[in-house]
């Protein structure tokens, strides 16, 4: 009898075993890391354009005689604004849409980075 018992405890424990669930980790990205609350020229846009932009387009001497590291010289590109630009010059050639692809021969900015920026031209571009 302590045998059958004995036996049954093990087969009961083998077919549980047997028939465990096993999940598979999925990672589920968050709905948006990209936080375009409160952009500012200073703080958003400055580090923006100095990481990607001013080694070409600020000095004495810019690529294409665009200058853009001062917020009147950079405002030129954004009050450009046409149904075809979305966002004047900054932002078309940012989003590689019809304009000169900026930065010049690299790929095309993070998306996050370029909503920062149109986030700002939306909100009226302002100097803060």
């Not at 909503?115 to 909100?123: G, P, S």
Request: with cysteine; proline share 6%.
């Amino acid at each position: 009898m302590r045998n059958i018992l004995l036996l049954g405890v093990c087969g009961v424990v083998l077919l549980l075993g047997q028939s465990s669930c096993e999940y598979e980790t999925i990672a589920i990205p968050p709905l948006s890391d990209c936080d375009t609350l409160d952009i500012r020229y200073s703080t958003d846009i400055v580090p923006i354009l100095d990481q990607h932009c001013y080694v070409c387009h600020s000095g004495a001497d810019p690529i294409g005689g665009f200058v853009i590291d001062s917020y009147d010289e950079l405002t030129i590109y954004v009050d450009d604004l046409d149904a075809d630009t979305r966002g004047g010059l900054l932002l078309c050639s940012m989003e590689h849409t019809g304009c000169r692809p900026m930065p010049e021969d690299q790929a095309k900015l993070p998306p996050c980075t370029i909503k920062k920026v149109e986030v700002w031209i939306r909100n009226g571009a302002q100097n803060d």
